[in-house]
């Protein structure tokens, strides 16, 4: 476990390094790293408290969600701490460990759109179309860091009642 949160904290460390400093509002320092995709990444640490980092150009709709972030939990140290104590109990449960990280990810994800859907009026918007292969869709699931860009634009995606099992079941049997 200690293995992994160096790992985490390490990240952290370079990605505020490369990082220039912009400003601090409410207790969050926000930094820019130059790019020619907008984006950002939120950190939640011990060592370095809220940060948020701009990649590319500052843009209202994409900090509307990083703040969506900002008010959950320090969800990676939680998970490696029951991670550490299940890997220790029996190394067979890290398939499962696996399937409950990402899982876990999508929901804090969807709870960060939420978030800046219902306290800013913003939702996510994309070009990317829905691939016809049930497998490329299968693989955005899998191995993208937020629910499928497609799944994003739907407007059921945000209504608070549907879980994104659902949606996840939807996308791949339509």
Same mark, same amino acid.
């Given at each position: 476990?200690?293995?992994?949160?160096?790992?985490?904290?390490?990240?952290?460390?370079?990605?505020?390094?490369?990082?220039? @400093? !912009?400003?601090?509002?409410?207790?969050?320092?926000? /930094?820019? +790293?130059?790019?020619?995709?907008?984006?950002? *990444?939120?950190? &939640?640490?011990?060592?370095?408290?809220?940060n948020?980092?701009?990649?590319?150009?500052?843009?209202?709709r994409?900090?509307?969600?990083?703040?969506?972030?900002?008010?959950?939990?320090?969800?990676?140290?939680? @998970? !490696?701490?029951?991670?550490?104590?299940?890997?220790? /109990?029996? +190394?067979?449960?890290?398939?499962?460990?696996? *399937?409950?990280? &990402?899982?876990?990810?999508?929901?804090?994800?969807?709870?960060?759109?939420?978030?800046?859907?219902?306290?800013?009026?913003?939702?996510?918007?994309?070009?990317?179309?829905?691939?016809e292969?049930?497998?490329?869709?299968?693989?955005?699931?899998?191995?993208?860091?937020?629910?499928?860009?497609?799944?994003?634009?739907?407007?059921?995606?945000?209504e &608070?009642?549907?879980?994104?099992?659902?949606?996840?079941?939807?996308?791949?049997?339509?």
């Open positions: 476990m200690t293995f992994f949160l160096f790992i985490y904290e390490y990240r952290n460390y370079r990605l505020l390094k490369k990082a220039r @400093f !912009l400003y601090e509002k409410d207790g969050v320092k926000y /930094y820019q +790293i130059e790019s020619e995709e907008d984006n950002a *990444i939120t950190i &939640k640490s011990v060592l370095y408290g809220k948020i980092v701009i990649v590319g150009k500052e843009d209202f994409i900090l509307a969600h990083e703040e969506g972030h900002l008010h959950q939990p320090y969800f990676i140290y939680y @998970f !490696l701490t029951i991670s550490a104590l299940a890997i220790s /109990y029996n +190394i067979l449960t890290i398939p499962f460990l696996l *399937i409950i990280y &990402k899982a876990m990810f999508l929901h804090y994800e969807r709870a960060a759109d939420l978030y800046a859907y219902y306290n800013f009026n913003v939702k996510y918007s994309s070009d990317q179309q829905r691939p292969s049930k497998i490329d869709r299968i693989k955005a699931w899998i191995f993208d860091s937020h629910p499928p860009d497609w799944v994003r634009e739907k407007e059921e995606y945000y &608070k009642k549907n879980i994104l099992i659902k949606l996840f079941l939807e996308d791949l049997l339509s």
